[in-house]
T-cell receptor, first 113, second 113 residues
Framework: DQQVKQNSPSLSVQEGRISILNCDYTNSMFDYFLWYKKYPAEGPTFLIS?????DKNEDGRFTVFLNKSAKHLSLHIVPSQPGDSAVYFCAALRNSGTYKYIFGTGTRLKVLA | KAGVTQTPRYLIKTRGQQVTLSCSPISGHRSVSWYQQTPGQGLQFLFE???????NKGNFPGRFSGRQFSNSRSEMNVSTLELGDSALYLCASTGRTGTGELFFGEGSRLTVL
């Protein structure tokens, strides 16, 4: 049972436009949601997170929105840059005292120059 | 501050062999977790260790095992390798942050022939 789903395996966006990456989850007990970015031959790096008690968190060009009623979160990148081309994973965490993260399958973003 | 270090970076094994992967976490981090990444499956949680104790385990067969030493370094072992074990194995450590942000190593890419 995939508790965290990223239904779009890939996304192409023009440089300067907005990139929107989506993630759905099924477990309403998750406490935190995080986005990670992964370049080829590198480990994932943390991008931005949001607590389940909030509905928006912003960090520079990156904003994450959380819609708890729809069990949906999205990552907005504005403006998109070619260096943003990577695989993006959303992850959910139930802070039960152990760090067992549930990751989505990833969305490959390609920003076209 | 040194990051998470994983060795070896690449290795090739044949079916039936066993393999041991090593992970050195960020200094001061006591939680180490392991993930398997395969195309189309995202990052699958293997297990998490904290102070030499396994706190959580994912849905992998018993061929997958791990341990953590007193200096927080961790190893994972896969016995009786199968072709389907070919993957990128990622180690991550966690410090005392509110979101439990994971810091990943670059991974060990295992190919089973």
């Amino acid at each position: 049972d995939q508790q965290v789903k990223q239904n779009s395996p890939s996304l192409s966006v023009q440089e300067g436009r907005i990139s929107i990456l989506n993630c759905d989850y099924t477990n309403s007990m998750f406490d935190y949601f995080l986005w990670y970015k992964k370049y080829p031959a590198e480990g994932p790096t943390f991008l931005i997170s949001i607590s389940s008690i909030k509905d928006k968190n912003e960090d520079g060009r990156f904003t994450v929105f959380l819609n708890k009623s729809a069990k949906h979160l999205s990552l907005h990148i504005v403006p998109s840059q070619p260096g943003d081309s990577a695989v993006y994973f959303c992850a959910a965490l139930r802070n039960s005292g152990t760090y067992k993260y549930i990751f989505g399958t990833g969305t490959r973003l390609k920003v076209l120059a | 501050k040194a990051g998470v270090t994983q060795t070896p970076r690449y290795l090739i094994k044949t079916r039936g062999q066993q393999v041991t992967l090593s992970c050195s976490p960020i200094s001061g981090h006591r939680s180490v977790s392991w993930y398997q990444q395969t195309p189309g499956q995202g990052l699958q949680f293997l297990f998490e260790y904290f102070s030499e104790t396994q706190r959580n385990k994912g849905n992998f067969p018993g061929r997958f095992s791990g341990r953590q030493f007193s200096n927080s370094r961790s190893e994972m072992n896969v016995s009786t390798l199968e072709l389907g074990d070919s993957a990128l194995y990622l180690c991550a450590s966690t410090g005392r942050t509110g979101t439990g942000e994971l810091f990943f190593g670059e991974g060990s890419r295992l190919t089973v022939l």
